[in-house]
T-cell receptor
Framework: GAVVSQHPSWVICKSGTSVKIECRSLDFQATTMFWYRQFPKQSLMLMATSNEGSKATYEQGVEKDKFLINHASLTLSTLTVTSAHPEDSSFYIC?????????????FGDGTRLSIL | DAKTTQPTSMDCAEGRAANLPCNHS???????VYWYRQIHSQGPQYIIHGLKNNETNEMASLIITEDRKSSTLILPHATLRDTAVYYC???????????FGTGTRLTIIP
């Protein structure tokens, strides 16, 4: 089945640093990738949608200058949390989807647990 | 996307069939029903999806009522590893965003 790899799986860093998370589709070309955030005991919340070669579309309330998304190839999207602070600590999850035709499902990475000290 | 309603939690004995209901009374004719599950501290895992016919794969079966206002996910022989939060989502196509509700927390009991 379709495999989405996310790296790193866990990161701890100091407040004020920037953190980059990678999301790769390993066996299919992902024309669309999504980034979600999940706080403890809550459901997943969509942060942004990225299409290869174009700017990401951010959900209301998500700061695009703080959460930089790049989708430069059909197999890789990155999320950079800039100047991270403790309130940015969360579980970040990406998903990827192939070409838009049909009802093929999105496939998710295993998430990145980000802890800001 | 149509709103879905699921019970907050359910228990099921190991080895028995787990039947997880989902109501989606406002679903439109071209919206699919997708099921995902999330095991603790992992990303969601795709299970199955359908439009109006019943579907079965190696993981589960999906039964959709004739009026499409509700569906049931069936795990035929639940194991302890099936303990997870199960999400039922109605949406149009694969590359459209998924809106996660609170899901059903399924606990398989030994």
């Amino acid at each position: 089945g379709a495999v989405v790899s996310q790296h790193p799986s866990w990161v701890i860093c100091k407040s004020g640093t920037s953190v980059k998370i990678e999301c790769r589709s390993l066996d299919f070309q992902a024309t669309t990738m999504f980034w979600y955030r999940q706080f403890p005991k809550q459901s997943l919340m969509l942060m942004a949608t990225s299409n290869e070669g174009s700017k990401a579309t951010y959900e209301q309330g998500v700061e695009k200058d703080k959460f930089l998304i790049n989708h430069a190839s059909l197999t890789l999207s990155t999320l950079t949390v800039t100047s991270a602070h403790p309130e940015d600590s969360s579980f970040y999850i990406c998903s990827a989807c192939g070409p838009s035709q049909g009802a093929q499902p999105q496939h998710f990475g295993d998430g990145t647990r980000l802890s800001i000290l | 996307d149509a709103k879905t309603t699921q019970p907050t939690s359910m228990d099921c004995a190991e080895g028995r069939a787990a039947n997880l209901p989902c109501n989606h009374s406002t679903i439109s004719g071209n919206e699919y029903v997708y099921w995902y599950r999330q095991i603790h501290s992992q990303g969601p895992q795709y299970i199955i999806h359908g439009l109006k016919n019943n579907e079965t794969n190696e993981m589960a079966s999906l039964i959709i009522t004739e009026d499409r206002k509700s569906s049931t996910l069936i795990l035929p022989h639940a194991t302890l590893r099936d303990t997870a939060v199960y999400y039922c989502i109605a949406k149009l196509f694969g590359n459209e965003k998924l809106t996660f509700g609170t899901g059903t927390r399924l606990t398989i009991i030994p």
